[in-house]
Protein backbone atom coordinates (compact mmCIF):
# COMPACT_ATOMS: atom_id res chain seq x y z
CA UNK A 1 0.00 0.00 0.00
CA UNK A 2 1.16 3.71 -0.72
CA UNK A 3 1.22 6.03 1.98
CA UNK A 4 -1.17 9.21 2.44
CA UNK A 5 -0.63 12.10 0.26
CA UNK A 6 0.81 15.02 2.40
CA UNK A 7 1.62 18.77 1.62
CA UNK A 8 5.76 18.22 2.12
CA UNK A 9 5.06 15.71 -1.00
CA UNK A 10 3.18 18.43 -3.14
CA UNK A 11 6.10 20.84 -2.24
CA UNK A 12 8.98 18.64 -3.06
CA UNK A 13 6.94 17.76 -6.12
CA UNK A 14 6.28 21.47 -7.47
CA UNK A 15 9.65 22.89 -6.64
CA UNK A 16 11.20 19.43 -8.90
CA UNK A 17 9.02 20.50 -11.41
CA UNK A 18 9.39 24.22 -11.39
CA UNK A 19 13.08 23.19 -11.09
CA UNK A 20 13.08 21.31 -14.19
CA UNK A 21 10.67 24.06 -16.34
CA UNK A 22 13.74 26.81 -15.21
CA UNK A 23 16.45 24.60 -15.99
CA UNK A 24 14.82 23.97 -19.82
CA UNK A 25 14.48 27.83 -19.49
CA UNK A 26 18.61 28.43 -19.05
CA UNK A 27 19.83 25.78 -21.13
CA UNK A 28 17.79 26.87 -23.95
CA UNK A 29 19.05 30.62 -23.43
CA UNK A 30 22.69 28.71 -23.45
CA UNK A 31 21.81 26.93 -26.72
CA UNK A 32 20.75 30.26 -28.35
CA UNK A 33 24.38 32.30 -27.11
CA UNK A 34 26.22 29.13 -28.55
CA UNK A 35 24.44 29.40 -31.86
CA UNK A 36 25.33 32.74 -31.99
CA UNK A 37 29.13 31.42 -32.05
CA UNK A 38 28.51 28.42 -34.28
CA UNK A 39 27.19 30.72 -36.79
CA UNK A 40 30.23 32.60 -37.11
CA UNK A 41 32.16 29.68 -37.72
CA UNK A 42 32.71 28.41 -41.47
CA UNK A 43 31.61 24.76 -41.05
CA UNK A 44 27.79 24.96 -40.94
CA UNK A 45 27.41 21.49 -39.28
CA UNK A 46 28.45 23.00 -35.86
CA UNK A 47 25.27 25.14 -36.32
CA UNK A 48 23.05 22.12 -37.33
CA UNK A 49 23.86 20.50 -33.99
CA UNK A 50 23.28 23.33 -31.93
CA UNK A 51 19.62 24.16 -33.41
CA UNK A 52 18.74 20.71 -32.85
CA UNK A 53 19.84 20.79 -29.04
CA UNK A 54 18.18 23.67 -28.98
CA UNK A 55 15.12 21.12 -29.16
CA UNK A 56 15.65 18.17 -27.19
CA UNK A 57 17.92 19.48 -24.21
CA UNK A 58 14.90 21.73 -22.79
CA UNK A 59 12.92 19.44 -23.07
CA UNK A 60 15.11 16.23 -21.46
CA UNK A 61 15.09 18.92 -18.48
CA UNK A 62 11.25 19.13 -18.89
CA UNK A 63 10.93 15.65 -18.36
CA UNK A 64 13.75 15.00 -15.83
CA UNK A 65 11.62 17.58 -13.66
CA UNK A 66 8.49 15.76 -14.10
CA UNK A 67 10.08 12.31 -13.34
CA UNK A 68 11.66 13.99 -10.13
CA UNK A 69 8.47 15.02 -9.13
CA UNK A 70 6.66 12.17 -10.01
CA UNK A 71 9.11 10.10 -7.53
CA UNK A 72 8.28 12.16 -4.39
CA UNK A 73 4.65 11.54 -5.44
CA UNK A 74 3.08 8.39 -3.67
CA UNK A 75 1.84 6.85 -6.32
CA UNK A 76 0.60 3.62 -7.11
CA UNK A 77 2.87 1.10 -8.52
CA UNK A 78 0.95 1.25 -11.87
CA UNK A 79 0.27 4.97 -11.73
CA UNK A 80 4.29 5.29 -11.47
CA UNK A 81 4.90 2.68 -13.98
CA UNK A 82 2.59 4.92 -16.50
CA UNK A 83 4.15 7.96 -16.03
CA UNK A 84 7.77 6.68 -16.66
CA UNK A 85 6.40 4.88 -19.82
CA UNK A 86 5.16 8.14 -20.68
CA UNK A 87 8.18 9.80 -19.90
CA UNK A 88 10.47 7.72 -21.86
CA UNK A 89 7.95 8.18 -24.42
CA UNK A 90 8.44 11.35 -24.98
CA UNK A 91 11.98 11.66 -24.89
CA UNK A 92 12.43 8.90 -27.47
CA UNK A 93 9.81 11.10 -29.45
CA UNK A 94 11.88 14.52 -29.01
CA UNK A 95 15.45 12.42 -29.72
CA UNK A 96 14.36 11.03 -32.71
CA UNK A 97 13.45 14.40 -34.01
CA UNK A 98 16.43 16.09 -32.82
CA UNK A 99 18.57 13.17 -34.50
CA UNK A 100 16.45 13.26 -37.91
CA UNK A 101 17.38 16.74 -37.86
CA UNK A 102 20.78 16.29 -37.04
CA UNK A 103 21.51 13.77 -39.23
CA UNK A 104 19.62 15.07 -42.31
CA UNK A 105 21.69 18.50 -41.70
CA UNK A 106 24.79 16.48 -41.95
CA UNK A 107 24.61 14.92 -44.66
CA UNK A 108 22.96 17.93 -46.17
CA UNK A 109 25.88 20.19 -45.22
CA UNK A 110 28.14 17.49 -46.51
CA UNK A 111 26.18 17.18 -49.68
CA UNK A 112 26.33 20.80 -50.50
CA UNK A 113 30.34 21.06 -49.53
CA UNK A 114 31.13 18.71 -52.04
CA UNK A 115 28.62 19.74 -54.96
CA UNK A 116 29.86 23.56 -53.81
CA UNK A 117 26.58 24.83 -55.11
CA UNK A 118 23.69 26.76 -53.19
CA UNK A 119 20.91 23.85 -54.16
CA UNK A 120 20.94 20.10 -52.10
CA UNK A 121 20.38 16.99 -53.21
CA UNK A 122 17.38 16.14 -51.14
CA UNK A 123 17.10 12.48 -51.82
CA UNK A 124 20.08 11.66 -49.70
CA UNK A 125 18.51 13.93 -46.81
CA UNK A 126 14.90 12.57 -47.32
CA UNK A 127 15.92 8.88 -46.96
CA UNK A 128 18.32 9.93 -43.84
CA UNK A 129 15.21 11.47 -42.03
CA UNK A 130 12.70 8.78 -42.83
CA UNK A 131 15.21 6.12 -41.41
CA UNK A 132 15.76 7.44 -38.61
CA UNK A 133 12.11 8.66 -37.87
CA UNK A 134 11.37 4.56 -38.67
CA UNK A 135 13.65 3.31 -36.16
CA UNK A 136 12.94 5.64 -33.54
CA UNK A 137 9.20 5.07 -34.29
CA UNK A 138 9.95 0.99 -33.35
CA UNK A 139 11.86 1.90 -30.63
CA UNK A 140 9.24 3.18 -29.01
CA UNK A 141 6.46 0.75 -29.95
CA UNK A 142 9.24 -1.41 -27.96
CA UNK A 143 8.82 0.71 -25.02
CA UNK A 144 5.34 0.48 -24.74
CA UNK A 145 5.20 -2.71 -24.42
CA UNK A 146 4.29 -3.88 -28.09
CA UNK A 147 6.47 -6.92 -30.17
CA UNK A 148 7.98 -5.06 -33.00
CA UNK A 149 8.74 -9.04 -34.92
CA UNK A 150 5.36 -9.33 -36.33
CA UNK A 151 5.21 -6.13 -37.48
CA UNK A 152 8.36 -6.25 -39.15
CA UNK A 153 7.54 -9.00 -40.49
CA UNK A 154 4.11 -7.80 -42.05
CA UNK A 155 6.24 -4.74 -43.11
CA UNK A 156 8.26 -7.52 -45.35
CA UNK A 157 5.92 -9.11 -46.71
CA UNK A 158 3.72 -5.93 -47.41
CA UNK A 159 6.84 -4.33 -48.74
CA UNK A 160 7.10 -6.79 -51.58
CA UNK A 161 3.62 -6.56 -52.81
CA UNK A 162 4.52 -2.47 -52.80
CA UNK A 163 7.55 -2.78 -54.21
CA UNK A 164 5.94 -4.73 -57.21
CA UNK A 165 3.24 -2.03 -57.59
CA UNK A 166 5.54 0.92 -57.81
CA UNK A 167 8.34 0.17 -59.85
CA UNK A 168 8.38 3.03 -62.08
CA UNK A 169 8.54 5.19 -58.63
CA UNK A 170 11.16 2.40 -57.28
CA UNK A 171 13.00 2.75 -60.53
CA UNK A 172 13.09 6.85 -59.73
CA UNK A 173 14.44 6.47 -56.32
CA UNK A 174 17.06 3.73 -57.55
CA UNK A 175 18.02 6.07 -61.06
CA UNK A 176 18.38 8.93 -58.26
CA UNK A 177 20.77 7.48 -56.04
CA UNK A 178 22.88 5.95 -58.89
CA UNK A 179 23.03 9.20 -60.56
CA UNK A 180 23.94 11.40 -56.99
CA UNK A 181 26.68 8.22 -56.41
CA UNK A 182 28.38 8.44 -59.79
CA UNK A 183 28.34 12.02 -59.75
CA UNK A 184 27.15 12.61 -63.25
CA UNK A 185 24.93 15.34 -62.61
CA UNK A 186 25.14 17.24 -59.84
CA UNK A 187 23.24 20.31 -58.59
CA UNK A 188 24.64 23.21 -60.22
CA UNK A 189 25.28 21.90 -63.27
CA UNK A 190 24.08 23.06 -66.83
CA UNK A 191 22.78 20.17 -68.51
CA UNK A 192 21.19 19.50 -72.12
CA UNK A 193 18.94 16.16 -72.36
CA UNK A 194 19.11 14.83 -76.46
CA UNK A 195 14.99 15.44 -76.02
CA UNK A 196 15.78 18.85 -76.05
CA UNK A 197 15.22 20.03 -72.11
CA UNK A 198 18.74 22.12 -70.76
CA UNK A 199 18.88 24.42 -67.81
CA UNK A 200 20.73 24.42 -64.61
CA UNK A 201 20.03 21.26 -62.07
CA UNK A 202 18.14 22.41 -58.86
CA UNK A 203 17.74 19.65 -56.99
CA UNK A 204 17.74 15.77 -57.13
CA UNK A 205 14.69 14.40 -55.23
CA UNK A 206 13.49 11.15 -54.39
CA UNK A 207 11.51 10.66 -57.32
CA UNK A 208 12.37 13.44 -60.13
CA UNK A 209 15.38 16.15 -61.02
CA UNK A 210 14.54 19.69 -61.57
CA UNK A 211 15.96 21.66 -63.81
CA UNK A 212 15.40 25.54 -64.31
CA UNK A 213 16.06 27.11 -67.79
CA UNK A 214 17.47 30.78 -68.54
CA UNK A 215 14.13 31.61 -68.78
CA UNK A 216 13.79 30.91 -64.78
CA UNK A 217 11.07 28.46 -65.82
CA UNK A 218 11.12 24.85 -64.24
CA UNK A 219 11.19 21.57 -66.02
CA UNK A 220 10.82 18.52 -63.77
CA UNK A 221 12.25 15.00 -65.19
CA UNK A 222 11.67 11.86 -63.91
CA UNK A 223 15.31 10.40 -62.64
CA UNK A 224 14.67 6.99 -65.11
CA UNK A 225 13.96 9.08 -68.08
CA UNK A 226 17.24 10.83 -66.80
CA UNK A 227 19.43 8.33 -66.30
CA UNK A 228 18.44 6.79 -69.89
CA UNK A 229 19.13 9.48 -71.65
CA UNK A 230 21.76 11.17 -73.71
CA UNK A 231 22.94 13.64 -71.77
CA UNK A 232 25.52 16.79 -72.44
CA UNK A 233 27.07 18.22 -69.03
CA UNK A 234 28.21 21.82 -69.80
CA UNK A 235 29.56 22.01 -65.89
CA UNK A 236 31.92 18.68 -66.45
CA UNK A 237 35.04 17.98 -66.20
CA UNK A 238 35.49 21.97 -65.64
CA UNK A 239 33.10 25.06 -66.26
CA UNK A 240 34.70 26.67 -68.40
CA UNK A 241 34.21 25.98 -72.29
CA UNK A 242 34.49 27.46 -75.64
CA UNK A 243 32.13 28.78 -77.97
CA UNK A 244 32.49 29.17 -81.80
CA UNK A 245 31.24 31.92 -83.95
CA UNK A 246 30.89 31.26 -87.62
CA UNK A 247 32.05 34.07 -90.20
CA UNK A 248 32.58 35.01 -93.50
CA UNK A 249 34.63 37.94 -95.75
CA UNK A 250 34.84 38.52 -99.53
CA UNK A 251 37.14 36.59 -101.80
CA UNK A 252 39.06 40.42 -102.51
CA UNK A 253 39.70 40.63 -98.63
CA UNK A 254 43.40 40.50 -97.35
CA UNK A 255 42.79 37.04 -95.02
CA UNK A 256 46.03 38.35 -93.32
CA UNK A 257 44.54 41.31 -92.35
CA UNK A 258 41.58 40.18 -91.01
CA UNK A 259 42.70 37.79 -89.41
CA UNK A 260 44.73 39.97 -87.55
CA UNK A 261 41.54 42.60 -86.93
CA UNK A 262 39.87 39.67 -85.64
CA UNK A 263 41.83 38.66 -82.94
CA UNK A 264 42.11 42.13 -82.01
CA UNK A 265 38.13 42.06 -81.31
CA UNK A 266 38.41 38.82 -79.69
CA UNK A 267 41.50 40.05 -77.22
CA UNK A 268 39.49 43.47 -76.85
CA UNK A 269 36.30 41.20 -75.83
CA UNK A 270 37.85 39.06 -73.17
CA UNK A 271 39.32 41.29 -71.51
CA UNK A 272 36.21 44.30 -71.26
CA UNK A 273 33.25 41.57 -70.86
CA UNK A 274 31.87 40.51 -67.95
CA UNK A 275 32.28 36.33 -67.73
CA UNK A 276 34.91 36.43 -70.57
CA UNK A 277 38.39 34.20 -70.30
CA UNK A 278 41.33 36.99 -70.13
CA UNK A 279 43.76 34.63 -70.49
CA UNK A 280 41.96 33.00 -73.06
CA UNK A 281 44.56 32.61 -76.49
CA UNK A 282 42.27 33.82 -79.05
CA UNK A 283 42.02 31.76 -82.27
CA UNK A 284 41.01 32.40 -85.83
CA UNK A 285 40.96 29.37 -88.55
CA UNK A 286 39.63 29.42 -92.17
CA UNK A 287 38.33 26.22 -93.34
CA UNK A 288 35.49 26.65 -96.04
CA UNK A 289 35.83 28.30 -99.88
CA UNK A 290 31.92 29.56 -100.17
CA UNK A 291 29.51 30.05 -102.91
CA UNK A 292 30.19 34.33 -101.86
CA UNK A 293 32.61 34.30 -99.21
CA UNK A 294 35.76 32.76 -97.79
CA UNK A 295 34.44 31.29 -94.05
CA UNK A 296 36.11 31.09 -91.01
CA UNK A 297 34.97 30.11 -87.40
CA UNK A 298 36.43 32.84 -83.94
CA UNK A 299 36.84 30.83 -80.73
CA UNK A 300 35.63 32.60 -78.09
CA UNK A 301 36.45 31.27 -74.04
CA UNK A 302 33.83 31.78 -71.93
CA UNK A 303 33.37 31.38 -68.11
CA UNK A 304 29.96 29.42 -67.99
CA UNK A 305 27.24 28.11 -70.35
CA UNK A 306 24.87 31.05 -69.80
CA UNK A 307 27.73 33.60 -70.63
CA UNK A 308 28.24 32.68 -74.18
CA UNK A 309 25.38 34.68 -74.65
CA UNK A 310 26.09 38.15 -73.93
CA UNK A 311 29.60 37.47 -75.19
CA UNK A 312 28.57 36.54 -78.83
CA UNK A 313 26.34 39.30 -78.81
CA UNK A 314 29.57 41.72 -78.43
CA UNK A 315 31.89 40.42 -80.15
CA UNK A 316 29.42 40.45 -83.31
CA UNK A 317 28.29 43.88 -82.28
CA UNK A 318 32.28 45.20 -82.61
CA UNK A 319 33.51 42.90 -85.11
CA UNK A 320 30.63 44.27 -87.49
CA UNK A 321 31.80 47.85 -86.69
CA UNK A 322 35.33 47.21 -86.90
CA UNK A 323 35.32 45.71 -90.23
CA UNK A 324 33.45 48.70 -91.47
CA UNK A 325 36.20 50.71 -90.31
CA UNK A 326 38.78 48.67 -91.56
CA UNK A 327 36.74 48.60 -94.90
CA UNK A 328 36.19 44.91 -95.10
CA UNK A 329 33.14 43.34 -96.77
CA UNK A 330 30.71 41.09 -95.40
CA UNK A 331 28.78 40.09 -98.43
CA UNK A 332 25.28 38.64 -98.58
CA UNK A 333 24.76 35.27 -100.96
CA UNK A 334 23.66 35.77 -104.36
CA UNK A 335 22.36 33.59 -107.13
CA UNK A 336 22.18 34.31 -110.56
CA UNK A 337 19.19 32.41 -112.57
CA UNK A 338 19.50 31.94 -116.11
CA UNK A 339 16.31 30.47 -118.23
CA UNK A 340 17.25 28.37 -121.43
CA UNK A 341 17.64 30.26 -124.49
CA UNK A 342 17.38 33.75 -122.83
CA UNK A 343 20.91 34.95 -121.23
CA UNK A 344 19.91 37.29 -118.57
CA UNK A 345 21.26 40.72 -118.59
CA UNK A 346 24.45 41.90 -116.36
CA UNK A 347 23.55 42.30 -113.12
CA UNK A 348 20.02 41.29 -113.51
CA UNK A 349 18.44 38.10 -112.02
CA UNK A 350 16.00 35.94 -114.66
CA UNK A 351 12.89 35.12 -113.54
CA UNK A 352 10.73 31.96 -114.81
CA UNK A 353 7.48 33.52 -116.67
CA UNK A 354 4.44 32.03 -115.33
CA UNK A 355 2.25 30.58 -118.43
CA UNK A 356 -1.50 31.97 -117.81
CA UNK A 357 -3.87 28.95 -118.62
CA UNK A 358 -5.45 27.96 -121.68
CA UNK A 359 -9.28 29.26 -122.10
CA UNK A 360 -11.48 26.06 -122.65
CA UNK A 361 -13.08 26.25 -125.85
CA UNK A 362 -16.70 26.93 -125.76
CA UNK A 363 -19.15 24.67 -126.21
CA UNK A 364 -22.36 25.58 -129.39
Do not use: C
Amino acid sequence: MTRALTLDDLVVAGVALVAGLLAGFLLRLLLRWLGKHAGRTRWRGDDVVVDALRTVVPWAAVAGGAAAAAAALPLTSGVGHHVDQGLTVLLIAVSTATAARVISGLVQTVTQSRSGVAGSATIFVNITRVVVLAIGFLVMLQTLGVSIAPLLTALGVGGLAVALALQDTLANLFAGIHILASKTVQPGDYIRLSSGEEGYVVDINWRQTTVRQLSNNLVVIPNGQLAKANMTNYTKPEQNLTVLVQVGVGYESDLEHVERVTLEVVAEVMTEITGALSEHEPAVRFHTFGDSRIGFTVILGVGEFSDQYRIKHEFIKRLHARYGVEGIRIPAPTRTVALQGQPPEPGLIALPQQRSPRPEAEHP
